[in-house]
């Protein structure tokens, strides 16, 4: 049985000793955490082993074991994860728009912790290191919900993580964890607005979909992408081949792969078969709407294509699946996108400025690339450092949420005794 | 029968045409509204006319009858107010964090619209001319449901309202009204995630907490205020009492008024007496803890003063009433707002500069003051030149929300056809 109000209510005494915490012992604690994964590495791997021993036994699948499975080197990686966060400027204390108004007022904007962070995710037990060091970096305080097949681990992260905080004279209640895998408590922590001030869904869209419909706290929905690359007429096509076989082929299983090719018709019939070859050969399979597979020799198109469905061009794919499509040019480029995109993440390749100008102005995605790889969509790739989420809502933050994403502001007046007429 | 998804269908439409809409476009579109305020007087007036008419047969307060009275100096004043929203800088296109990354990309995040606002209001008629026009000024589309008392005032209005649209030649969806005041729209339009981007309650706490708990959209809640004052030992007390008086007496019935004075004990027996004399003479009552009962004579206090109820330093008072405590000094004052605020405007007064910092830095309120009345926590005094709400969450923004308050951003990527290593 949680006290989940209990919970709630010891983060928000917790939260100004983590928000006036200095930057030294915010990263003392994230440096203790990167130390105390390798030095307890034997205790870590005996806990997550029990998990993978469980989920064999519950006959989970081999992917999803291997997603919850902690090795010496993923140990190593995450303590090198929490250990760069030390290294990026404090996201805290910042002044900015800072002005003296006609009326005498000294005013700026300061730059402060969130607050609380309701963090809710599967079975990845380095989120729980990651989300738990992203809070303290900034200040911020985090209850913790991963996925039931990974209470072991979880249990063992989490008190490495208690012990840093404890070395570093900040209470316990800066990071905690909803020790009980009951689906109720995922659903009492979505209403307890009073003590938390924001939920990060880490998971699939169904995750998202129930955090959204089911919270009375603001919610940061994303990491959904059907990503698109309109390749113009004027684009170099074979520098436009790298980009689109990286944004497919690099890590298929993520939100910022490709999912759509929409190719100008005049050079159609040149880059699909590229297109079909090139990727084709690294084993993506190509969902072809009719026109596309017109120009892919129809009938007698490469094995690896097939005409597109009516569902294709609205699924994310994340494997190895491309779907292909014939565009009468930009205007229809833009019309496909604006029905189809998830707002993540879309680029055009081009040569033309005022081509690329266009797409710029009008695809509203989170991120829009002009000959780049939809793959940069990242908070370490666009030079945030770190990143724990990626928006694709439109309130406080879109695309890679960094450090200062995980932060608000309070503003500050200072007058001589001044009095509003 | 209204149908919500068809009007939130309309705003999806309607959406790329505000936000591209040229500047000089979305100026207009205000300018003409002004115009016809004024031009159209005589029928809006006459709407408004039956509005109160009802109210008064309603049995209405003549408090609530004279909030949904318009006059000829009211629409006069609202003109002006939409005139002045035209001579704000341009919140939409500004690039910011722009810069090159080490691997060649060109990157920004640009200025954007939020997208669709639900904006749920009681029965104040200006407030459908503000937000319409806000939400024109800054290419978003409005969804707006105002009280049933102002039905006739409304339609008239957003009659205006979609006159200068089309004037200006953007869709009628860019502002949309639910013409029907059964309530069961308010709780649909709560629920209208996948057409409407963010919720504005404006009203009283019932209404933002109904909004909260109901709505699968982030809802701005705020506008509630339990603001204090602490006199610091150093305060200069002849300066400090015009502060007292100008945070309370001002304008009582608003969120920035000051709701507690805190005395610190050294000056308790100088400057609680002469609150209670100066503001006691412009009819404040006061709800005094003992020590503050004690330092204004006990039982010989002026009949102004009554002991505290229990209750009474978590009111927030919107009338003549203020409450006063003595306090040891700044870490029971701290103690105390941290309790009892609602992190709105909180502020010390005092000549001591590192009070002045400890209280900045400790207090996390919205706005935070030193040596300044309370009232300052308003768009227009902190020259945001307007507002839309005033937020006391945390996400997004805080405090007065401006025009820039009421944009998000997306990121722009330019490379040379490049692909992540």
Known sequence: MIDLIAMGQAARQA?????????????????????????????LLAANQKDVGDARAAGLSEALVDRLTLTPARLAGMAADVRALTELP?????????RTLPNGLRIWRQRVPLGVLGVIYES???VTIDVAALAVRTGNIAILRGGKETLASNRALVAVVKQALASA???????QFIDDPDRRYVSELLRLHQYVDLIIPRGGNTLHQFCRENASIPVITGGIGICHLYVDASAD???ALPVIS?????RPSVCNALDTVL?????????????????GAQGVTFRAEPRALAALGGEAAPASVCPAGPEDFDTEWLSLVLGLKVVDGLDEALAHIAAHSTAHSDGILTQAAEAAERFVAEVDSAA???NASTRFTDGAQLGLGAEVAVSTQRLHARGPMGLTELTTYKWVVFGDYAVRD
């Open 15 to 43: 939260a100004p000793m983590a928000a006036r915490a200095a930057d030294a012992v915010r990263c003392q604690v994230l440096a203790v955490i990167a130390d105390e994964l390798l030095a307890q590495q034997a205790v």
């Open 90 to 98: 404090d996201p805290l204390g910042a002044r900015f728009d800072e």
């Open 124 to 126: 990845r037990p380095n």
């Open 169 to 175: 004279g900040l209470p316990a209640a800066v990071v």
């Open 237 to 239: 096509l074979a520098r």
């Open 246 to 250: 990286n944004a497919k082929v690099q």
């Open 263 to 279: 190719a100008h018709q005049a050079v159609a019939a040149e880059i699909l078969p590229r297109i079909v070859a090139h990727l």
């Open 368 to 370: 829009v690339y002009v």
